[in-house]
């Protein structure tokens, strides 16, 4: 395996030997040390210092279940800090066949030269890299940009891009990637991932993985077997069947069960029209709607879970695929829309647009606050995500996301740490999540330590410090591996496979707490890049509001003590 | 005897097949101080299962936990993933 250096700016590749510090980290970790160990942490996240690095996690490019997720990573826009965002789809497993460990794309494209619009799509295979110009795709969504894309380059291939809003360098906008069928709906949505691309002037990297062949595998009979265990334990495991039929929808009636369930603008944990965005009513839904619904999907080939879906309206054709649970708790319940049809067309507008539907649901809600829109009023809601495409001033507004939003409007509640919108999980009723947000290196993201499936009483704070810590550590891990949450089962049921696997594929000697190595190496690596960056235990706290109003049901505030919270990751 | 009725929320795969669709809200009535395994029992559920997360009224309960009147109660198929186990 190499690493691939892309000079934008030069329009030059190299591939490198993969550096000694480098070689037994993949994904969010291997993400984490090139960021420290190459750009200035106190960097313009959107100038010329800033690098994008992609790195498929360690155990990438097997079609292991659940196991081949990219990540993203560079110092972000929208929290100023470390940030990594990772998705499936098949960009991860076209890097592997290509043999690279990490893409690292450094500087910016010239603004002149052959491209008339200053728009420049990558062009990688075995061959080396070109760049061409991006000049008929510009402008576009995503949505219409992937099939000429796929036209212009071939059915196989993988593609990184980004929307308008990329290219309009809105901090709440992601980098997407192409699923299993070739729909740009794998989303690095969190934290502006898909500004620093576009600052760089690159609309798309192409993966052309021909005459590419899967990474090199130590002891194959060992991975074999593992990959065997581990298969059959996530295929026998009964939450496999909930999350094939529910998808993570299955969260909007439990969150709601909790008091947890974000709603207009974090004002309640409990939403009166949740039975009408539930799980369990989509897929009543999309089982009567048929055609191109879907109530199962995989968003990766080899995926045995295949937790997606395909929402289709009530013709039976496709709005959006997929409509998750925290798009649901975002633009459904927080904005006070109680109808799945509406909640879909928004979501494709976002997803259209390039932008994180999480950050964006929390900036509407703030604008409900606002008065730029009544709660529940989904047709406004249209209409303000149609200024983001305008690029008028309000749009990018919003499309900066919901820190900025409640700072232009002069809203206080405004749910977000480190400049970045909470998921949906009320941190008031959900401790344990909340204490994630709030100390996450990455800003308020549930993916980097979600507690509300423990079995913990999730109203006592101080219970919650060792399970918020406990699985940020998992998910650091997890996220190096470049596995799914949901692997997270799989491997429970028999947790040395993880280790086996990463044994077998390296041929090295990890210790059956590897997850937890990898986790508290990446965390540390990226808490020392925030540390560098200027942040301290200032940037490690939730928003004043949240811990003097209380939210209904439970009236709850957010109570964990500065002291536990500034002491969790001593470890 | 007085007897109690409480609200069960059933969620995802534990829904119940009627011919009208999936049913996932159902009033049960119980003898006053029956606890939640008794409403398990009439549910024909498994008491002690780790795979169910028990809620009364939005906080995690146990099966030994008492039922009050209007109580409202999810049953709710356990949905691991990154959590410490």
């Known amino acids: 395996m190499e690493v691939w250096r892309v000079n934008l700016r030069e329009q030059s590749l190299q591939r490198e030997a993969v550096p000694e510090g480098w070689s037994r980290l993949g994904g969010r970790g291997l993400s984490a040390r090139i960021l420290l160990d190459e750009v200035p942490a106190t960097c313009e996240p959107l100038g010329r210092h800033n690098k994008l690095v992609l790195a498929p996690g360690l155990l990438v490019g097997h079609m292991l279940t659940s196991c081949d997720r990219i990540s993203f990573g560079a110092k972000s826009p929208m929290t100023r800090g470390i940030k990594e965002a990772n998705a499936g789809g098949s960009t991860g497993l076209h890097m592997t066949n290509m043999g690279m460990k990490a893409l690292i794309l450094e500087d910016q494209c010239p603004a002149d030269g052959n491209a008339r619009s200053g728009w420049w799509?990558?062009?990688?295979?075995?061959?080396?890299?070109?760049?061409?110009?991006?000049?008929?795709?510009?402008?576009?969504?995503?949505?219409?940009?992937?099939?000429?894309?796929?036209?212009?380059?071939?059915?196989?291939?993988?593609?990184?891009?980004?929307g308008p809003a990329g290219e309009m360098q809105l901090c709440a906008a992601g980098i997407q990637n192409l699923d299993k069928d070739r729909v740009p709906s794998r989303i690095a949505a969190r934290g502006g991932l898909g500004a620093v691309m576009g600052s760089k002037r690159l609309k798309a990297v192409i993966f052309d993985d021909a005459g590419g062949k899967k990474p090199p595998i130590a002891n194959r009979e060992a991975f074999k077997a593992a990959q065997k265990v581990f298969t059959n334990n996530t295929l026998d495991h009964p939450q496999t069947k909930t999350y094939q039929e529910y998808g993570?929808?299955?969260?909007?009636?439990?969150?709601?069960?909790?008091?947890?369930?974000?709603?207009?603008?974090?004002?309640?944990?409990?939403?009166?029209?949740?039975?009408?965005?539930?799980?369990?009513?989509?897929?009543?839904?999309?089982?009567?709607?048929?055609?191109?619904?879907?109530?199962?999907?995989?968003?990766?080939?080899g995926c045995v879970i295949q937790c997606s879906n395909t929402y289709g309206g009530e013709d039976g054709k496709a709005i959006v695929s997929p409509l998750e649970y925290e798009t649901i708790g975002l633009l459904g319940s927080n904005l006070g829309i109680?109808?799945?049809?509406?909640?879909?067309?928004?979501?494709?507008?976002?997803?259209?647009?390039?932008?994180?539907?999480?950050?964006?649901?929390?900036?509407?809600?703030?604008?409900?606050?606002?008065?730029?829109?009544?709660?529940?009023?989904?047709?406004?809601?249209?209409?303000?995500?149609?200024?983001?495409?305008?690029?008028?001033?309000?749009?990018?507004?919003?499309?900066?996301?919901?820190?900025?939003?409640?700072?232009?409007?002069?809203?206080l509640r405004v749910p977000v740490v480190k400049g970045q919108a909470m998921s949906a999980y009320e941190p008031r009723a959900i401790k344990g999540t909340g204490t994630t947000y709030v100390t996450s290196p990455q800003g308020a993201d549930h993916t980097a330590g979600n507690t509300v499936r423990a079995k913990v009483d999730h109203l006592d704070a101080k219970a919650n410090i060792a399970t918020s810590r406990g699985a940020q550590i998992n998910m650091a891990g997890f996220d190096t591996l470049g596995a799914c949450i949901f692997a997270g089962f799989g491997f429970m049921v028999k947790p040395e496979v993880i280790p086996d696997l990463v044994n077998a594929r390296y041929g090295w000697q990890v210790g059956a707490d590897i997850l937890q190595v990898l986790g508290r190496e990446t965390l540390t690596l990226e808490r020392e890049f925030n540390k560098r960056a200027g942040f301290t235990a200032a940037d490690d706290r939730i928003p004043e509001y949240m811990r003097t109003e209380p939210l209904p049901p439970h009236n709850s505030v957010f109570d964990a003590s500065e002291s536990d919270l500034d002491s969790i990751f001593n470890w | 005897m007085v007897n109690i009725t409480v609200t069960v929320h059933l969620h995802t795969t534990l829904q119940r097949p009627t011919p009208k669709g999936p049913l996932r809200r159902l009033d049960i009535t119980l003898p006053m101080g029956s606890t939640l395994a008794d409403l398990l029992d009439r549910l024909s559920l498994p008491r002690r299962d780790d795979s169910v997360l028990l809620v009364i009224n939005g906080r995690q309960a146990d099966a030994e936990q008492v039922l009050h009147d209007a109580d409202e109660v999810h049953l709710i198929p356990a949905l691991s993933g990154g959590v410490p186990t």
């Open chain 1, 338 to 411: 109680a109808d799945l049809d509406t909640v879909a067309r928004l979501n494709w507008e976002i997803s259209d647009l390039g932008l994180d539907t999480i950050d964006m649901g929390a900036a509407l809600g703030v604008a409900a606050e606002a008065g730029l829109m009544q709660f529940g009023d989904g047709e406004r809601a249209l209409q303000l995500l149609a200024e983001i495409r305008k690029g008028t001033p309000l749009g990018r507004i919003l499309g900066h996301g919901a820190a900025m939003a409640g700072r232009v409007l002069g809203v």
């Open chain 1, 121 to 162: 799509i990558l062009h990688l295979s075995l061959a080396g890299a070109r760049f061409e110009p991006a000049d008929d795709v510009v402008g576009l969504g995503v949505h219409e940009t992937a099939p000429r894309l796929l036209k212009r380059y071939g059915e196989k291939v993988a593609i990184a891009l980004i």
């Open chain 1, 248 to 301: 993570t929808p299955a969260m909007v009636r439990t969150c709601n069960a909790f008091g947890g369930l974000p709603t207009r603008n974090f004002s309640s944990g409990q939403f009166e029209g949740a039975e009408t965005i539930s799980g369990e009513h989509m897929r009543d839904l999309l089982l009567k709607r048929g055609g191109e619904s879907e109530t199962t999907h995989a968003c990766m080939a």
